[in-house]
């Protein structure tokens, strides 16, 4: 069993920063794909950000292309956010998940931690 644990979300104005983290325990995520989702009041979950065990492999979704930053450190057990450049539209709940491989589904999930980008 795997318990993710999200902090650092919070109130921003528009252009700021924020770096979210995801603390895992119970179990190593050392081998697990990690992502950041976010859901919207009134709309569905989408994956914002991924990342393969080894670091060497991420996906962002087209709308954070250039502003977020998905990074992991194995030995804290720890994937992080960083995201710059944020605007109204990335308000949202943020969750992170993890899943054994690459093109399973996530198994795992945490509370999610709010985002809101003030205009």
């Known amino acids: 069993q795997v318990t993710l644990v999200e902090s650092g979300g919070g109130l921003v104005q528009d252009g700021g920063s924020l770096r979210l983290s995801c603390e895992a325990s119970g179990r190593t995520i050392n081998t697990y794909a990690m992502g950041w989702w976010r859901q919207a009041p009134g709309k569905a979950r989408e994956l914002v950000a991924g990342?393969?065990?080894?670091?060497?492999?991420?996906y962002y979704a087209e709308s954070v292309k250039g502003r977020f930053t998905i990074s992991r450190d194995n030995a804290k057990n720890t994937v992080y956010l960083q995201m710059n450049s944020l605007k109204p539209e990335d308000t949202a709940v943020y969750y992170c998940?993890?899943?054994?491989?690459?093109?399973?589904?996530?198994?795992?999930w945490g509370q999610g931690t709010q985002v809101t980008v003030s205009s």
């Open positions: 998940a993890a899943r054994p491989r690459v093109g399973s589904n996530y198994d795992y």
């Open positions: 990342i393969v065990w080894s670091s060497t492999g991420t």
